[in-house]
């Protein structure tokens, strides 16, 4: 019988970083094999009040691979393909778009990035419908599949008006019903409508800004301003209701990792073994991303792969990170499932030592058993070192 890895030194990490100010509270949940190794929580949800491990976690895009697993189900199902146009399933698809497919919309590649409109809240402020609507219309911002720029909100939306137009459901009751509710995720939702937020009371968790900064597109050049997400009322009642399939997830870590112990076959199916294979393949590789200065991040279908997830995973990994707070990843060569959701958003570049730091405790504590498997990796912070601009790989 293998011995239980000694994770200790994952919490006391977890601990230290929260005394360097970059999160009040953390849940951790790791399982190796479909067995639950760590399923915990430090620190507090809010002055005064311990963070507990079913407590509801804001994931953003860490909700992303969530709505990628409902566009390949019905790849699965043969309703739609992969290199279908947007335009055969959104009215009034257009403005130089017309050649964005699917896949393009799943690499970061459709051409619609829409960055500006996304942090000015513009995307928020309108009824889903009509935020679909003013994407269809939106000029191409370059030929989709020509060059990568991640897609913080608009790609998302335009995923679930297109679950939405195959399957009948809105994407929340499809996520909700077809990915949640079969994987078990029983306390993860699209959204919190006012209702459950009242009745979760303490136990939906608020975020705190600790500095985190975006990049924005601007005159087609790279800037990096402020996000306070606390003035931005991510907070706020209005905002946890957004149904936004890129980043409106809630849930306890340990559920965002069911997912992916679905994914592994550790669960009830939610996609098959070969669709997860295709899943995590690579599918655009070496294209610089424009949000990201000009960084050669490769992508699966709707997830990152192991070239663009720090911390010394093996080749094989796909996850997603969530904008300055979270991360999920997945490892089929070492059977590893890690989910670490935080409450607070610091700048970028600590962020991403952050989570180095807690992957790479996580697979060290496996020893030489997954030593092996692990790809060559470095630390964001040295990495950076003597760059003019520091920015983050997960949003």
């Known amino acids: 019988m293998v011995p239980s890895p000694d994770l200790a030194p994952v919490l006391d990490l977890l601990e230290r970083q929260r005394a360097d100010g970059w999160h009040d509270g953390a849940q951790i949940y790791v399982s190796r094999h479909g067995e639950t190794l760590l399923d915990t929580a430090i620190g507090e949800s809010r002055p005064g009040r311990a963070l507990e491990p079913d407590d509801v976690m804001l994931w953003y895009s860490s909700s992303k691979p969530s709505t990628a697993v409902a566009v390949l189900q019905l790849w699965e199902q043969g309703k739609l393909g992969l290199d279908d146009r947007i335009a055969d399933y959104v009215d009034g698809w257009g403005a130089g778009k017309e050649r964005c497919t699917i896949r393009h919309v799943l690499t970061h590649t459709g051409g619609f990035p829409m960055a500006r409109q996304r942090l000015s809240g513009e995307l928020f402020s309108l009824p889903y419908p009509e935020a679909v609507a003013f994407i269809a219309q939106h000029p191409a911002e370059f030929e989709p599949g020509t060059k990568a720029c991640y897609h913080l909100t608009s790609g998302w939306k335009i995923l679930g008006a297109v679950v939405e137009a195959v399957d009948g459901r809105v994407v929340k009751d499809y996520l909700e019903q077809e990915v949640f509710g079969r994987a078990g995720m029983a306390h993860c939702r699209l959204g919190v409508e006012p209702d459950e937020q009242r009745d979760l009371g303490d136990r939906l968790t608020p975020v705190y800004w600790k500095g985190h900064q975006m990049p924005s597109r601007r005159d087609g050049q790279t800037v990096i301003v402020d996000y306070n997400v606390e003035a931005e009322g991510h907070n706020d009642p209005w905002y946890r209701a957004l149904v936004e399939p890129g980043g409106a997830g809630h849930g306890p870590a340990r559920e965002l990792a069911r997912l992916y112990e679905c994914l592994l076959g550790h669960g009830p199916e939610l996609l098959e073994p070969r669709t997860v294979e295709v899943m995590a393949a690579t599918h655009r590789s070496g294209m610089r991303d424009l949000l990201f200065a000009g960084m050669k991040i490769p992508w699966g279908l709707g997830v990152q792969v192991a070239g663009g997830i720090t911390g010394g995973v093996s080749p094989r990994a796909f996850g997603h990170g969530g904008m300055a707070s979270s991360r999920a990843i997945a490892d089929p060569e070492v ?23 807690v992957t790479d405790a996580v697979y060290s504590a496996f020893g030489d058993d997954v030593a092996i498997a692990r790809r060559p990796h470095r630390a964001p912070r040295e990495a950076a070192a003597g760059l003019e601009q520091q920015v983050g790989y997960s949003t």
């Open 335 to 357: 059977g590893l499932v890690v989910a670490l959701v935080t409450n607070g958003l610091p700048q970028p570049l600590d962020n991403e030592q952050r989570l180095y730091e």
